[in-house]
């Protein structure tokens, strides 16, 4: 195991090269990949830090659920916008679910009157 360095994802990917989960310069899917396996602990963990430093943790579980799976979108083309990546559409299962999460993350990105929290500067 000498490929352990500094670099996260350049190991991540070396491993996964390795273990035969996805081929050479597949980085960006394998960063993906693990990202859906820890939703559950991206969700958690926003509500804890929306609890410390934001609404006081009450905008609910689902709500911070849908927010996790914001780090597993991909742009689908220039004129469609984005869209979930293959592990997260697996892991939600219902096209309706997808697009209320879509929008969700949206409004929280852009800030808008029908976001939950405060836009950062």
């Given amino acids: 195991m000498g490929y352990i360095g500094s670099d996260f994802l ?8 390795e273990k035969g989960f996805i081929g ?4 960006n899917d394998a ?14 963990s ?13 905008l609910g579980d689902d709500y911070y659920t ?9 742009e689908a083309n220039p004129n469609d916008g984005f869209t979930f990546n293959d592990a997260a559409k697996a892991l939600i299962n219902n096209p309706k679910k997808e697009n209320e999460i879509l929008q ?5 990105q852009e800030g808008n009157t029908d976001a939950k929290g405060e836009k950062c500067d």
Wanted: hydrophobic share 45%; no cysteine.
């Fill in 10 to 17: 350049s190991n991540l990917n070396t491993i996964a090269i």
């Fill in 24 to 27: 050479p310069g597949s980085l």
């Fill in 31 to 44: 960063h993906h990949e693990f990202m859906a396996a820890y939703v559950t602990a991206m969700a958690a």
């Fill in 46 to 58: 926003l509500k804890r830090w929306d609890t410390t430093n934001g609404s006081g943790g009450t």
């Fill in 66 to 74: 849908s927010m996790a799976f914001g780090g597993l979108m991909i």
């Fill in 104 to 108: 969700i993350i949206f409004n929280e």
